[in-house]
């Protein structure tokens, strides 16, 4: 018989007394084995390259190399790695560019173990490990770019005009077309997903089955580019892209 998985993680932090106390916690969790700690995101690198971990728990603000920079050159050079953000800043500055740099967690240092270690085990699995406030956060975002590209750019595909695309139309007047050849619910699938749904959940949400979501999924990851779901929660909230209405 097969242990529990264990899974190797890596902290980066530029500030000792924050990187030690981390390493501590996760120490006292079940099934996480710490394999490095860096004080910068250059020695980040270089530990992914020679641990290989699973997760990194990344800070932004560091020094030689900011946290999302490291996170670009960890998810080009080692796609293996999954990176969540553990950050004192939870604004739009830090918080969009470290998704589009492939992070797949963003979480606060306000966060406890419980929360930690639940982004931990989202990213594994193929999630987006968001704590509460940044998914509420990108949900605010979006609803500002649904509002003002319904005043600036209604109906021009590729736009946040395209916010409508799998929300509620008024009567009589014709959805925008999604960008990118997205089916009406492709897109609704991906603004389920930047609302911070699992596969699950959607599959619920939907009324269909979990296979036909992952297909649906794999479709709008192939038309967009986007290599997971932190990219595509970005690329939902540049296009203004919503969820189904509840």
Do not use: W
Not at 6 to 16: I, P, Y
């Amino acid at each position: 018989m097969t242990g529990p998985t264990v899974t190797r993680v890596l902290v980066a932090d530029d500030q000792t007394v924050v990187r030690e106390g981390i390493v501590m916690l996760l120490g006292l969790l079940p099934g996480i084995e710490v394999v490095g700690a860096a004080a910068d995101g250059e020695e980040a690198v270089a530990l992914v390259a020679r641990h290989r971990p699973d997760v990194v728990l990344m800070d932004l603000r560091m020094p030689r190399c900011d946290g999302v920079e490291a996170t670009r050159r960890i998810r080009a050079g080692y796609p293996g790695t999954e990176v969540v953000v553990l950050t004192t800043y939870a604004d739009d500055e830090s918080l969009f560019p470290a998704l589009l740099a492939g992070a797949r967690g963003y979480l606060t240092k306000d966060a406890g173990g419980e929360e930690i270690a639940r982004a931990i085990a989202d990213v594994r699995s193929g999630a987006a490990g968001l704590s509460p406030q940044v998914q509420l956060r990108l949900l605010e975002r979006l609803s500002g770019e649904s509002a003002s590209g319904a005043a600036g750019a209604a109906g021009v595909p590729g736009t946040a005009g395209a916010a409508g695309a799998a929300g509620r139309v008024p009567s009589g007047e014709r959805a925008p077309e999604p960008p990118d050849g997205l089916t009406a619910r492709e897109a609704e699938v991906l603004g389920l997903i930047a609302e911070g749904l699992s596969n699950t959940e959607i599959a619920r949400r939907l009324y269909v089955g979990p296979a036909t979501v992952k297909t649906h999924i794999n479709n709008l990851f192939a038309k967009t580019g986007v290599r997971d779901r932190a990219q595509a929660v970005a690329y939902a909230f540049r296009h203004g892209i919503t969820g189904s209405p509840q």
